[in-house]
T-cell receptor, first 116, second 112 residues
Framework: EAQVTQNPRYLITVTGKKLTVTCSQN?????MSWYRQDPGLGLRQIYY???????DKGDVPEGYKVSRKEKRNFPLILESPSPNQTSLYFC???????????????FGQGTRLTVV | SQQGEEDPQALSIQEGENATMNCSYK?????LQWYRQNSGRGLVHLIL?????REKHSGRLRVTLDTSKKSSSLLITASRAADTASYFC????????????FGQGTTLQVKP
């Protein structure tokens, strides 16, 4: 079954304690991205990757890091989480195309992160 | 930056009625997509319409796109209680970054 898998689904942590949210897709997609969803602000892109070892900042990258060592994995790293990073996080993947017109996105089930 | 703006923000209808949601965007696009999100869950792709298309159908869904007005609409016909969810439009820009820009969403409640 084609899917994007995020872990963990729920996480409560303390300020400053490094954490990693994993994301894996089994569709051989080139394009992967991370979004955060906040009430009243909608979905905002944090980072994206157009292929292995190619990553770039989205709209709200501050406080986050990513890596893309393998095509299927795109972990999101919070080196020193703060309460303003409390949010619902989604990983998504898409099949890229030569013209840049990537197609529909497949989303993970989300990670609800609370930083206290 | 948010590009898609959806209208209405919330919609409540009876089962069997049609639901129409509208989306406006600001810049040129490669395609426009609609997604559904059940409460707190991941988004699910519903339908994609390319910039050179004007209308597309998929089951009970009908999407229109007017690039001159930079707007799109999603019509769900013969709604069911299971259609209760939030619906988002997302635009894919003409740049090569492949970035999706989401609207704020329309929350649809279908009463049985």
């Amino acid at each position: 079954e084609a899917q994007v898998t995020q872990n963990p689904r729920y996480l409560i942590t303390v300020t400053g304690k490094k954490l990693t949210v994993t994301c894996s897709q089994n569709m051989n997609h080139e394009y992967m991205s991370w979004y955060r969803q906040d009430p009243g602000l909608g979905l905002r892109q944090i980072y994206y990757s157009m292929n292995v070892e190619v990553t770039d900042k989205g709209d709200v990258p501050e406080g986050y890091k990513v890596s893309r060592k393998e095509k299927r994995n795109f972990p999101l790293i919070l080196e020193s989480p703060s309460p303003n990073q409390t949010s619902l996080y989604f990983c998504a993947s898409s099949l890229g195309s030569a013209g840049g017109g990537v197609t529909e996105a497949f989303f993970g089930q989300g990670t609800r992160l609370t930083v206290v | 930056s948010q590009q898609g703006e959806e209208d209405p923000q919330a919609l409540s209808i009876q089962e069997g009625e049609n639901a129409t949601m509208n989306c406006s965007y600001k810049t040129s696009i490669n395609n426009l997509q609609w997604y559904r999100q059940n409460s707190g869950r991941g988004l699910v792709h519903l339908i994609l319409i390319r910039s050179n298309e004007r209308e597309k159908h998929s089951g009970r869904l009908r999407v229109t796109l007017d690039t001159s007005k930079k707007s799109s609409s999603l019509l769900i016909t013969a709604s069911r209680a299971a259609d209760t969810a939030s619906y988002f439009c997302a635009t894919r820009g003409s740049s090569n970054t492949g970035k999706l820009i989401f609207g704020q969403g329309t929350t649809l409640q279908v009463k049985p």
